[in-house]
């Protein structure tokens, strides 16, 4: 069983385009997250989302947008799209109460905008 | 806010030696957990070992054990009997409970494995 899977692992798509990336988790954690590797393999921190709260990194443009259906599931969108958002796009979840902050990541989504 | 460092962009190792990883981190947090993760090929984050700051005995996972230095705010990774399955790129974690349990990363150091 997958724990946590994201659709789909490779995206194509031109600049202005209007995109989606699915995540979903079944681990019954509370809390997802989505991450951003840069060609570089840098990894930063979007958004983490944890019963309705959203917390948003400061510097992620307001054209990306996560969206969350309910607790198993955090999509997300980006609107017109930009050469700059080409990276590899990581889904994690974790479990609160836990209190050992230990995330489980997707396999990830290499999203190339041409 | 935690920012984490990893100085060496690249190591390599001979089959079956040991090898260290090197991280530095700063918190102001006093409650805060530290992570390697591996990322081989494959591109999957995989957890390799964790380490609770307020444990003062260092973790250790089979072939992997760390070296946290909570004063020095230091935690480095030691990987005995290397194998080929070794080889990828390693970063280091921290992540707290303020706000948002957000992990923050470290930019990565790529391990090669020589036969």
């Known amino acids: 069983d997958t724990a946590v899977s994201q659709t789909p692992k490779y995206l194509v798509t031109q600049m202005g385009n209007d995109k989606s990336i699915k995540c979903e988790q079944n681990l019954g954690h509370d809390t997802m997250y989505w991450y951003k590797q840069d060609s570089k393999k840098f990894l930063k921190i979007m958004f983490s989302?944890?019963?309705?709260?959203?917390?948003i990194n400061e510097t992620v443009p307001n054209r990306f947008s996560p969206k969350s259906p309910d607790k198993a599931h955090l999509n997300l969108h980006i609107n017109s799209l930009e050469l700059g958002d080409s990276a590899v796009y990581f889904c994690?979840?974790?479990?609160?109460?836990?209190?050992?902050?230990?995330?489980?990541f997707g396999p990830g989504t290499r999203l190339t905008v041409t | 806010a935690q920012t984490v460092t990893q100085s060496q962009p690249e190591m390599s190792v001979q089959e079956a030696e040991t090898v260290t990883l090197s991280c530095t981190y700063d918190?102001?947090?006093?409650?805060?957990?530290l992570f390697w993760y591996k990322q081989p090929p494959s591109r999957q984050m995989i957890l390799v070992i964790r380490?609770?700051?307020?444990?003062?005995q260092n973790a250790t996972e089979n072939r992997f054990s760390v070296n946290f230095q909570k004063a020095a705010k230091s935690f480095s990774l030691k990987i005995s009997d290397s194998q080929l399955g070794d080889a990828a790129m390693y970063f280091c974690a921290g992540g707290s409970g303020a706000g948002s349990y957000q992990l923050t990363f470290g930019k990565g150091t790529k391990l090669s494995v020589i036969p």
């Open positions: 380490q609770e700051a307020y444990k003062q």
């Open positions: 918190t102001s947090e006093s409650d805060y957990y």
């Open positions: 989302y944890n019963n309705k709260e959203l917390i």
């Open positions: 994690a979840s974790s479990y609160r109460q836990e209190l050992s902050y230990e995330q489980y």
